[in-house]
């Protein structure tokens, strides 16, 4: 029994070896917890069987139901770092306890925390690093953080105070330059970890408005409109993991350069897909 048990995990640990994989939580607003152990769980699980895995939160986790709003956050921020989260971007709910008690609570943050269209308006300098670096499995992967400009809505000025919140041409000119920067960096895939959506309301702020006029941009996580989409859009991979930690999206990059996008359903279980349930492919170039 032990040699059997020792020869699966061999051959999965095979199996994966070189496999760059995304793992994306969205819009949990405090409303399930255990969506950071089952995604923790699954980064475990995938590193064990030979891949590396990037964890990524992409907006609207420290406001919600009580278990977040008690803490302004906090306790969203320790689980994360206990699931062991790697980078994490911002929505508009981030700022509803105000921006010096959003950094105030990040400092206990683990993992990057990146935005690039939220500026100081007296340096524009980025609040948080507009992006991140990583070497995993022999790429360079570049990240970048955008977040809508619905972060200006949120009532009261001692909210967002006198941040610049970069929007329409100027927020497609922050992508380009996101863009630019990491592949001058040498990095051979860009990643968009965007707090957009696809919502009408939101155009022309919208994931679809930025992957039209944005080149270089491999794989789009989305979120602010809670829906699901593991799928191409404007040429290029987009996963969206709904809300409420009711799903955790998936994206496997191959050896060959192959894309895969699943997601991840079930409160429970996180069911992997049988082989061919995939829900978007984007072949190797």
Request: hydrophobic residues 40%; charged residues 20%; contains cysteine.
């Amino acid at each position: 029994m032990t040699l059997l048990v020792l020869l699966t995990a061999a051959a999965a640990a095979e199996e994966r070896t070189g496999q760059v994989v995304f793992l994306c939580t969205t819009d949990v607003h405090g409303k399930n917890p255990s969506v950071y152990q089952a995604a923790g769980a699954w980064k475990s699980r995938l590193e064990s069987e030979g891949a590396a895995v990037l964890l990524l939160e992409n907006g609207d986790y420290l406001w919600g139901d009580p278990w977040v709003n008690r803490d302004h956050g906090a306790s969203a921020v320790e689980a994360m770092n206990q699931a062991g989260y790697d980078v994490a971007g911002l929505g508009n709910h981030e700022f509803e306890w105000g921006t010096e008690e959003l950094q105030n609570v990040m400092m206990n943050a683990e993992f990057s925390v990146i935005c690039a269209n939220l500026r100081k308006p007296d340096t524009d300098e980025p609040l948080f690093a507009a992006h991140t670096i990583r070497e995993l499995a022999g790429h360079r992967i570049g990240v970048f953080g955008l977040t809508t400009p619905d972060v200006a809505e949120i009532p009261g000025e001692e909210r967002t105070g006198t941040l610049c919140v970069e929007a329409d041409e100027a927020l497609v000119l922050r992508a380009q330059t996101e863009v630019d920067t990491l592949r001058a960096s040498g990095c051979d895939f860009v990643v968009c970890l965007g707090h957009l959506g696809t919502s009408g309301s939101s155009k022309p702020n919208r994931s679809r408005d930025i992957l039209r006029q944005v080149s270089g941009i491999d794989l789009f996580l989305d979120g602010h409109s809670h829906a699901l989409h593991a799928r191409m859009l404007e040429g290029t991979m987009q996963v969206q993991a709904g809300e409420y930690g009711e799903t955790i999206g998936m994206a496997v990059l191959d050896t060959d350069g192959q894309l895969t996008a699943f997601l991840l359903r079930g409160t429970d279980a996180y069911a992997l897909p049988e082989e061919g349930e995939c829900a978007a492919v984007l072949p190797a170039s």
